[in-house]
Structures are given as structure tokens and as C-alpha cells.
């Protein structure tokens, strides 16, 4: 069974107990940045509703932002009016929203420091992104330098990944936060590897897939 599939069926089980204290219901409210794999940044915002003190679901709204880029796609042609083409700078460094149901599991307070609490918390989820990509593709004249650009669309191939992830926590009173290590198999590239342009595919110039990996910072509190 695949990972994503057995998170699917752990988030729906969780959200079928009926089985706790009404008076260890919360909710919490959090925003998140860090740093990921393929040069690129992280952001979002969280709410978690909490069934009992430990075990919880919700969903987080986030984008992913490349700061840096080296593969670009280009080529050459055979074409009586362009001789080259490449896809637009603005468009290079990867960009995407998604959201993300999630569940989040804490452990009871590990260390106390004064008013302070320290544990351990684990939230895996599946990230979901719009499969739609549009871009636009530079097409050259390298003897005028005159140039022509175009839009493209694609579907993309992978829009949907499974995310874990793992952090420790700081709790005073509501307040919290937290620093974190994450692993999914996003595939920062996936918004534009399906795409080709004359002949050439995106995905040749991309680097392989790899596992994402991320560190980040979290602050939140309860609502």
C-alpha cells in the first residue's frame, strides 16, 4: 500500500472517533515559513481542530516560491523567422499554491521550563496542487534580436504528494512555537516538466525527482 493511500485512510479514521472529552476540544491557528529542497521557500497557514489534547485534523493553505533557478529551458529552430527559443525568466523560477489536509499528533509535555513545555509533534498530509500550468515562451531572432513571445498551458503530470512533518514544541499558556524538519515527494518541477516546446521536453532539462526535504519555523496558538 502506498504512503499516500494509508494517510488517506489514518486521516479518515481520525475524523470518525467519537470517543473523546468534550472539554479537551481545541482549535489552533498557525503560520509556518522555512526553506525546501530545489532553492526554494515555503509559507502557510494552518488550522488544526483537535478531537482531545493529542490527536487532531484540519488543513493548511500554502505556496511554494523558487529564489533560484539554473535549469532553463531553451532551443534552437529551423524556422524562417526565429532561430532560438526559451522559456520566459519571469516564469523560470517555480511558483505554486496548494492546500493540504492534514492530520497533527503531539506528545504530552516532555520537559517544563518554568512556564514553558517542550514535546514532540508529527503532522503528515497530502499536498494538493491546481494540475494547470500557463507560461510563456520567448521565440528569438538571434540575427535582429527581435522576439515573440507566447503563452503555453499544460496539465501537469503530478499535482498531488504526500507530506510529513516533524517538529518540536514550545508551548506557554495558548501561545506556542515550534521548529521543524519536513519529507515529501514534491517535485518543485512538476508544474512545468510536462511540458515541450518544439521538440524539446521540459522534463530533459530538469534535474531527476528526488525526496523534498525542509526546515522551518512555526508559531501558532489556540482560538
Known amino acids: 500500500m502506498s504512503i499516500m493511500k494509508q494517510i488517506i485512510i489514518i486521516v479518515l479514521a481520525v475524523m470518525s472517533l467519537n470517543i473523546h472529552a468534550q472539554d479537551n476540544i481545541s482549535n489552533e491557528l498557525s503560520l509556518s515559513g522555512g526553506l525546501m529542497t530545489g532553492s526554494a521557500c515555503d509559507m502557510r497557514l494552518s488550522y488544526i481542530h483537535y478531537i482531545n489534547k493529542y490527536v487532531g485534523y484540519g488543513t493548511a493553505f500554502g505556496i511554494y516560491k523558487q529564489w533560484h533557478n539554473d535549469y532553463l529551458p531553451q532551443g534552437d529552430m ?49 499536498m494538493i496542487q491546481i494540475p494547470y500550468t500557463f507560461v510563456h515562451i520567448d521565440y528569438i531572432d538571434r540575427n535582429t534580436y527581435e522576439s515573440y513571445e507566447k503563452g503555453r498551458s499544460a496539465h501537469a503530470s503530478d499535482w498531488c504528494f504526500w507530506d510529513l512533518r516533524t517538529m518540536l514544541r514550545f508551548s506557554f499558556n495558548d501561545a506556542f512555537f515550534a521548529v521543524g524538519y519536513g519529507i515529501s515527494n514534491l517535485d518543485v518541477y512538476s508544474p512545468c516538466r510536462s511540458m515541450s516546446v518544439e521538440g524539446t521536453s521540459f522534463n530533459s532539462v530538469y534535474p531527476s525527482k528526488k525526496l523534498n526535504h525542509s526546515i522551518f519555523i512555526k508559531v501558532g496558538a489556540t482560538i
Open 78 to 126: 529551423e524556422s524562417e523567422k526565429w532561430s532560438s527559443w526559451n522559456l520566459n525568466k519571469s516564469d523560470n523560477k517555480m511558483e505554486k499554491l496548494y492546500i493540504e489536509p492534514t492530520l497533527s499528533f503531539k506528545t504530552p509535555a516532555l520537559l517544563h521550563f518554568g512556564s514553558w513545555e517542550m514535546g514532540l509533534q508529527a503532522e503528515p498530509g497530502i
